[in-house]
């Protein structure tokens, strides 16, 4: 696959201005094209003002800016975007326009370049039609804010090739956005059921069912949101939603098209008025109407195969901010309430139909199942997939599960001969879900913890024995699990993105799935202990250099990489290597009797004092069990078998999630400062 270089972006309004300012932010160079200066110029600005506000909330330094604003070229000039390797349609939403820059980009573009549209509204084989390139022409749609919000909903039409598909997901990978693979039709995924949730409410206000405060207060309790649908609509323009509704009505039927008090309230070119006191008693009939429009056009749109349950999860998790996607909501209202809900709406309205997959699982009895890790077999690679972008491909009891069912499945296919592990989105696996863990720490239940821990070590062994060659797809960052997973894979393949790092002593535990065992076995313990005493980033470039990472490539070279290996067979994972000479000072740092000083709170005889200083105040924000634990193991660890390294893992698993630092830190996860007692 070949390098992407140069991205352009046409229109520079905010959506336009959002993308290109997003891809900058990502390293990549981009090409923003308006008809005019002044388009132009307020794009640059708006591109401007968001990065000073970044500047101010720390999230850019002003070098970062002024890198950022020299890979973004603002022009009127479209032969600039000729040599593009993709470019991205961003103008207002009207057909004809829309149609016209695509007919015009056809003849500047080159061949090979692939051009996208950002359309909410209209279907994407009608613009691939007007060009020469039906198969190189793909919706990638963007939500609000595009530099902000990291959903991309990626629309091949039925003559759009594989390729363009594979590269349109690298270049949402590229630029930091999580995307969600969807068919070519009306509202594609998540604007099929969240422009209804807006219409819904205007509909209640129009039959007097509520009023606004009280429909806002029911919108924000059932989906947990922040803003309710009229505070949406005057954030984002009611004519927005005018617009959408009348497309989706247009498609779809009556059921979608656009209440009459929205229309009004457009003519009037004023806001909804927010102002009043909430009607309690109102509050749940608001929610069940909603949950009845939302959940049911959720499943509608599965029900067509416009895209899967899982992936509309993660678009309202994402894309909307809601906390649990539609499915997860019906399988927390549970099945039998939904369905009488969906009825409802399927009596009020005559041409909304219950969907077939509500009927079949409310005869099931059974909540929905979510598939979280999928397997793919292209002649003898097979790519298992941790698709849980929405939480970083956090490890949890039902991944682990479905991990070792892909994997099995793999190792069992006669024609493969490697099996290569990633994670969907920006990282590779952040680690176990801390979650599960307070949930199981609160219920008296940590022998389950050590029984899935038991279980992921089953696993990890089995991919590191594996006769088929394993490899890890680290491009993204990975932490504690992620980290471990990657590390018992035979192989690793990473991209500049990739990252290792073991934070678990800063949140009151140590890396139980093997982090420890196989880090000795390959730095030996000195190194072993200093990263994970100091939770310390190893970036993709230090861990080659380390000998851990096995090829480290540019993301279009992957493929490559992973093909060589394969031809090459399996490398010696453990295998002799010299320590490169600037890591020497934490070896000498972390042997034995410099390690027992530095748990006592003391700078070790002979040490670098201004080092060991800053080590010290490093881990003294750590776990101190954690710490002498982590510390003891790894030096056990170091004197036995593997298998005899993970049972004394296992063995003190109990202990330290027993203790109150682990349920300190664990808790405190994202909140506060851990304040660790040593209990």
């Given at each position: 696959?070949?390098?992407?270089?140069?991205?352009?972006?046409?229109?520079?309004?905010?959506?336009?201005?959002?993308?290109?300012?997003?891809?900058?932010?990502?390293?990549?160079?981009?090409?923003?094209?308006?008809?005019?200066?002044?388009?132009?110029?307020?794009?640059?600005?708006?591109?401007?003002?968001?990065?000073?506000?970044?500047?101010?909330?720390?999230?850019?330094?002003?070098?970062?800016?002024?890198?950022?604003?020299?890979?973004?070229?603002?022009?009127?000039?479209?032969?600039?975007?000729?040599?593009?390797?993709?470019?991205?349609?961003?103008?207002?939403?009207?057909?004809?326009?829309?149609?016209?820059?695509?007919?015009?980009?056809?003849?500047?573009?080159?061949?090979?370049?692939?051009?996208?549209?950002?359309?909410?509204?209209?279907?994407?084989?009608?613009?691939?039609?007007?060009?020469?390139?039906?198969?190189?022409?793909?919706?990638?749609?963007?939500?609000?804010?595009?530099?902000?919000?990291?959903?991309?909903?990626?629309?091949?039409?039925?003559?759009?090739?594989?390729?363009?598909?594979?590269?349109?997901?690298?270049?949402?990978?590229?630029?930091?956005?999580?995307?969600?693979?969807?068919?070519?039709?009306?509202?594609?995924?998540?604007?099929?059921?969240?422009?209804?949730?807006?219409?819904?409410?205007?509909?209640?206000?129009?039959?007097?069912?509520?009023?606004?405060?009280?429909?806002?207060?029911?919108?924000?309790?059932?989906?947990?949101?922040?803003?309710?649908?009229?505070?949406?609509?005057?954030?984002?323009?009611?004519?927005?939603?005018?617009?959408?509704?009348?497309?989706?009505?247009?498609?779809?039927?009556?059921?979608?098209?656009?209440?009459?008090?929205?229309?009004?309230?457009?003519?009037?070119?004023?806001?909804?008025?927010?102002?009043?006191?909430?009607?309690?008693?109102?509050?749940?009939?608001?929610?069940?109407?909603?949950?009845?429009?939302?959940?049911?056009?959720?499943?509608?749109?599965?029900?067509?195969?416009?895209t899967t349950m899982e992936d509309t999860d993660r678009g309202a998790k994402i894309g909307l901010r809601w906390a649990l996607g539609p499915f997860e909501i019906m399988n927390r209202l549970g099945i039998e309430k939904t369905f009488a809900l969906v009825e409802k709406v399927a009596e009020k309205y005559p041409d909304f139909r219950m969907p077939g997959l509500l009927t079949r699982q409310r005869q099931s009895g059974r909540p929905f199942a979510f598939m979280l890790v999928n397997l793919a077999i292209d002649k003898d690679m097979a790519t298992i997939t941790i698709n849980r972008p929405e939480a970083m491909n956090a490890l949890n009891e039902t991944v682990v599960e479905q991990l070792t069912e892909r994997f099995s499945e793999a190792e069992q296919s006669p024609g493969v001969s490697a099996i290569i592990?990633?994670?969907?989105?920006?990282?590779?696996?952040?680690?176990?879900?801390?979650?599960?863990?307070?949930?199981?720490?609160?219920?008296?239940?940590?022998?389950?913890?050590?029984?899935?821990?038991?279980?992921?070590?089953?696993?990890?062994?089995?991919?590191?024995?594996?006769?088929?060659?394993?490899?890890?797809?680290?491009?993204?960052?990975?932490?504690?699990?992620?980290?471990?997973?990657?590390?018992?894979?035979?192989?690793?393949?990473?991209?500049?993105?990739?990252?290792?790092?073991?934070?678990?002593?800063?949140?009151?535990?140590?890396?139980?799935?093997?982090?420890?065992?196989?880090?000795?076995?390959?730095?030996?313990?000195?190194?072993?202990?200093?990263?994970?005493?100091?939770?310390?980033t190893m970036t993709a470039s230090d861990a080659q250099e380390l000998g851990i990472v096995t090829r480290l490539v540019e993301p279009s070279a992957v493929d490559e990489a992973i093909r060589n290996l394969i031809r090459e067979g399996r490398p010696d994972k453990y295998r002799s290597r010299p320590i490169p000479e600037r890591f020497a000072l934490w070896r000498t740092l972390f042997n034995a009797e410099n390690t027992a000083a530095l748990l006592k709170g003391k700078?070790?005889?002979?040490?670098?004092?201004?080092?060991?200083?800053?080590?010290?105040?490093?881990?003294?924000?750590?776990?101190?069990?954690?710490?002498?634990?982590?510390?003891?193991?790894?030096?056990?660890?170091?004197?036995?078998?593997?298998?005899?390294?993970?049972?004394?893992?296992?063995?003190?698993?109990?202990?330290?999630?027993?203790?109150?630092?682990?349920?300190?830190?664990?808790?405190?996860?994202?909140?506060?400062?851990?304040?660790?007692?040593?209990?």
């Amino acid at each position: 696959m070949s390098i992407i270089s140069k991205i352009g972006v046409v229109g520079a309004g905010n959506m336009g201005s959002g993308i290109a300012q997003k891809i900058a932010q990502e390293g990549l160079t981009v090409v923003m094209v308006d008809t005019g200066d002044e388009w132009v110029k307020r794009g640059m600005d708006n591109i401007q003002r968001l990065l000073r506000e970044a500047a101010e909330r720390k999230i850019f330094s002003p070098d970062e800016i002024g890198r950022i604003l020299s890979r973004i070229t603002g022009t009127t000039d479209f032969q600039a975007l000729a040599d593009a390797d993709l470019v991205i349609e961003a103008v207002f939403e009207d057909k004809a326009v829309k149609t016209e820059v695509f007919k015009r980009l056809d003849r500047v573009c080159m061949q090979k370049t692939i051009l996208a549209t950002n359309t909410s509204s209209f279907y994407v084989r009608e613009f691939a039609e007007a060009t020469s390139r039906p198969d190189r022409v793909i919706g990638l749609h963007y939500f609000y804010h595009p530099a902000k919000n990291r959903l991309l909903e990626v629309i091949p039409h039925g003559k759009t090739s594989s390729q363009t598909i594979d590269r349109a997901l690298l270049v949402a990978k590229l630029h930091g956005k999580t995307p969600i693979l969807v068919k070519d039709a009306p509202g594609f995924a998540v604007n099929r059921f969240f422009v209804p949730f807006l219409n819904e409410a205007a509909r209640m206000l129009e039959e007097g069912l509520a009023d606004i405060p009280t429909i806002e207060e029911g919108a924000k309790r059932a989906f947990r949101i922040g803003m309710g649908p009229f505070e949406l609509m005057n954030v984002t323009g009611i004519p927005i939603a005018v617009h959408a509704s009348a497309t989706l009505g247009h498609e779809l039927g009556p059921f979608y098209a656009t209440a009459g008090i929205m229309k009004s309230q457009m003519e009037k070119k004023a806001n909804w008025d927010l102002s009043g006191e909430v009607q309690e008693e109102k509050i749940a009939a608001v929610m069940d109407r909603l949950y009845g429009v939302c959940l049911g056009v959720a499943a509608a749109l599965v029900d067509e195969g416009v895209t899967t349950m899982e992936d509309t999860d993660r678009g309202a998790k994402i894309g909307l901010r809601w906390a649990l996607g539609p499915f997860e909501i019906m399988n927390r209202l549970g099945i039998e309430k939904t369905f009488a809900l969906v009825e409802k709406v399927a009596e009020k309205y005559p041409d909304f139909r219950m969907p077939g997959l509500l009927t079949r699982q409310r005869q099931s009895g059974r909540p929905f199942a979510f598939m979280l890790v999928n397997l793919a077999i292209d002649k003898d690679m097979a790519t298992i997939t941790i698709n849980r972008p929405e939480a970083m491909n956090a490890l949890n009891e039902t991944v682990v599960e479905q991990l070792t069912e892909r994997f099995s499945e793999a190792e069992q296919s006669p024609g493969v001969s490697a099996i290569i592990f990633q994670g969907a989105g920006k990282a590779f696996v952040a680690g176990a879900d801390i979650r599960y863990f307070v949930e199981k720490i609160k219920a008296g239940k940590i022998a389950d913890i050590v029984d899935f821990t038991r279980k992921g070590h089953q696993l990890f062994r089995r991919i590191e024995d594996s006769n088929k060659l394993t490899i890890a797809l680290l491009d993204g960052l990975s932490m504690g699990g992620g980290s471990e997973l990657a590390l018992a894979c035979q192989a690793i393949v990473a991209t500049p993105a990739g990252s290792l790092s073991f934070p678990e002593t800063g949140i009151g535990i140590y890396p139980g799935l093997g982090g420890m065992l196989r880090l000795g076995r390959l730095l030996r313990p000195e190194l072993a202990k200093y990263f994970i005493f100091t939770g310390a980033t190893m970036t993709a470039s230090d861990a080659q250099e380390l000998g851990i990472v096995t090829r480290l490539v540019e993301p279009s070279a992957v493929d490559e990489a992973i093909r060589n290996l394969i031809r090459e067979g399996r490398p010696d994972k453990y295998r002799s290597r010299p320590i490169p000479e600037r890591f020497a000072l934490w070896r000498t740092l972390f042997n034995a009797e410099n390690t027992a000083a530095l748990l006592k709170g003391k700078i070790p005889p002979g040490a670098d004092e201004a080092v060991a200083s800053k080590i010290l105040k490093t881990i003294g924000k750590k776990a101190p069990l954690a710490l002498k634990l982590v510390n003891q193991i790894i030096d056990r660890q170091a004197k036995v078998s593997p298998d005899e390294g993970i049972e004394i893992e296992l063995d003190r698993l109990g202990e330290i999630f027993a203790t109150a630092d682990a349920l300190e830190g664990l808790s405190s996860l994202g909140r506060k400062k851990p304040e660790y007692k040593g209990l």
